[in-house]
């Protein structure tokens, strides 16, 4: 496994594989790396001739300074695990001056699913993260990009980005890897306490609890309430809890096979999100 550094580099490698015919397969990622990511790696399975996997701490994405400095950053570690899978040609770790030149002030912005949802109490976020994702489209050249149903709304998003701005990448989307009690692994969760990495547990557990409700027959609305309720009585700061339609995550006040429940919530400082299908 390479590891590159620069996006001079990195363009002369993708485009000598176009020009040999390769399927460059990739996954963005920001590091402190889990089985999660992982798990993307393997999907690009049968579907890529070359693989490269991006770490970059996206600072425009981050419209909370701290969150953005207490990101775990790991970058020996990562590059280890990467190595170990032996499925990885390419570590592509830029610094900010590869991606940010000064003067820099282009933004792309996914009207509608940027606002909703994360981005609601995240302004300026789902921009962060869809102008970051289209260069690193432009700088590996991936013909396959693999995305986690963790962050659900960043793939919606990134799908509409792709079909909207005609880019030739295919979006490949990789169900949520969860922990034993169900905690969908994240590499927040590296800064958990133990005594609050007990409690993240109950967030799945009330997601699945929620959604059988709704299967029993109450209502959608009530079924929240008495969630957020739980979430608060658990020590969540609630941000949101809906159920959502799985493609343009408008809101869904009946409950289908297309319709998904969403819920971002905080311990402390830390902030957990996750969702599930409610069929
Ligand atoms: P991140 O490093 O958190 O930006 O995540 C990079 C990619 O890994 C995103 O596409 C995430 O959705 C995906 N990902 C993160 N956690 C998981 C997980 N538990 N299961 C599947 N994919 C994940």
């Known amino acids: 496994m390479q590891i590159i550094k620069t996006k001079a580099e990195l363009a002369a490698l993708s485009s000598s594989w176009q ?39 996206n600072p425009i994405q981050f419209n909370n300074t701290s969150d953005f400095q207490h ?16 499925k990885v040609d390419v570590l592509y770790a830029p610094d900010e001056s590869q991606m940010y030149t000064p003067g820099f002030a282009t933004r792309i912005s996914v009207s509608g699913l940027d606002s909703m949802l994360c981005g609601e109490d995240r302004p300026g976020h789902f921009d962060g993260v869809a102008t970051v994702v289209t260069k690193l489209f432009l700088q590996t050249r991936a013909n396959i990009a693999a995305f986690g149903e963790k962050d659900y709304q960043q793939l919606c998003l990134i799908k509409r980005m792709v079909q909207d701005l005609d880019l030739s990448v295919n979006i490949l989307p990789v169900p949520t890897l969860r922990e034993a009690d169900g905690l ?3 590499s927040r969760n590296r800064r958990l306490t133990p005594e609050q990495r007990q409690q993240a547990a109950l967030l799945p557990q009330a ?17 929240l309430v008495t969630c957020r309720e739980a979430l608060k009585k658990a020590g969540f700061h609630v941000h949101y809890l809906e159920l959502r339609h799985a493609e343009n995550l408008a809101p869904a006040p009946i409950a289908g096979k297309d319709t998904r429940l969403f819920v971002a919530a905080s311990l402390g400082d830390i902030r957990l999100i996750d969702n599930m299908p409610f069929a």
């Open 19 to 57: 020009k040999e015919g390769q399927t460059i397969g990739f996954v963005p990622t920001m590091g402190a790396l889990h089985a999660g990511h992982l798990s993307l790696i393997n999907a690009l399975d049968g579907k890529a001739s070359r693989r490269i996997v991006s770490i970059f701490v």
């Open 71 to 86: 990101y775990p950053r790991g970058l020996e570690d990562d590059a280890t695990l990467l190595h170990n899978t032996g």
């Open 184 to 186: 969908a692994l994240s």
């Open 207 to 223: 997601l699945k609890a929620c959604l059988a409700a709704i299967q029993n027959g109450t209502s959608v609305e009530s079924s």
